[in-house]
């Protein structure tokens, strides 16, 4: 039942967001709001994630144990929007999508935050802030021929095997698209900027040196690109070395852009980095006021890690709202009655 009040307002709905909303209807608290500019919960996924493809509970190999009630499991694209589905049915919780929220604000005077959309406003006595980092991909300055548009892509959406691809960027994403199309038997070159990699993790940097060696895909370091035409169909890049190579398809997963104005506008507190600062409970300087998954965390798209942030979350406000013990009977009674959590 929508309210104008609620114990725990969640913008984004990620892993993060959503096990923050089961982990507190699993503890007790009645009134939860999951707020998401997409016009479903877990976008991310839909978006970047090419239809079957799997979904590890142990991302890359590296084993994340599940802390909370959530009991997720490895799957596929279409099996993990199906679980979260069922969890979000099954338990009353609000859900307010395409909405996305202008402002958080909390006054010194007052015990609860005022949360404002572009039609409405409620309040609440802690938020959480899980929008990721995903929500507005980068794209690149100069020109994209509006005749490629069918040819450029910032995800996987559309690729097929026997094309000449090009994916662009130096990032997790990009590795991961240039050896997962290598593995669809396309002829793949992966172009970065700088001369090494910088932000991968070792698995992925790994992997592309493999593929490398071996003549899976192809690796052009140190060139940038200048312009693309369209050449009788096909993409051609121009590179800033002098050179030119006509491609099938381009793939730009050249970053997210951090809403670091959106953290700055809600005070909350950023390092040098403009991540946000958080404590060991996952509360910012503004207290009742969290972050989780992606947002504030190298996950490196780890589902099982932004859960854990999820369950941690709501036992800090728990403890802090003096609530901890007297809903542990109510976390039982709910496990027994629901088979399908933990």
Known sequence: MRTDEYDIAIIGGGPGGIA???EAVVHGIKNIILIDKADNHSSTIRKFYKENKRVDKDWKGKSVDIEGN????????ESTLDFFDKLLDHDKIDTLFNTEVESIIKKDNEEKFLVTTGNQSFKAKAVVIAIGKMGKPNMPKYKIPPSLKAKVNINLDGCSEGEKVLVVGGGNSAAEYAYELADEN???????????????NPENEEILKTYNGQEKLRLRMNTDIIS????????????????????????????????ID??????????????????????TNIPFLYVAGDIAFNTGGSIAASLNHGYHIVNSYMRRTGKIYAYTDKVEEFLKRNPEFK
Do not use: W
Not at 192 to 200: I, N
């Open 228 to 259: 693309l035409e369209n050449e009788h169909g096909k993409v051609k890049v121009n590179f800033d070395d002098g050179y030119f190579t006509l491609y099938d398809r381009v793939i730009y997963a050249i970053g997210g852009t951090s809403p």
């Open 20 to 22: 923050t909303a089961l």
């Open 70 to 77: 959530i009991p997720f499991m490895d799957g596929t694209k």
């Open 186 to 200: 396309n002829n793949v070159t992966l172009v970065y900027r700088k001369s090494q990699f910088t932000r991968l």
């Open 262 to 283: 959106f953290l700055k506008k809600c005070g909350i507190e950023l390092d040098d980095e403009n991540k946000p600062i958080y404590d060991e409970h996952y509360r």
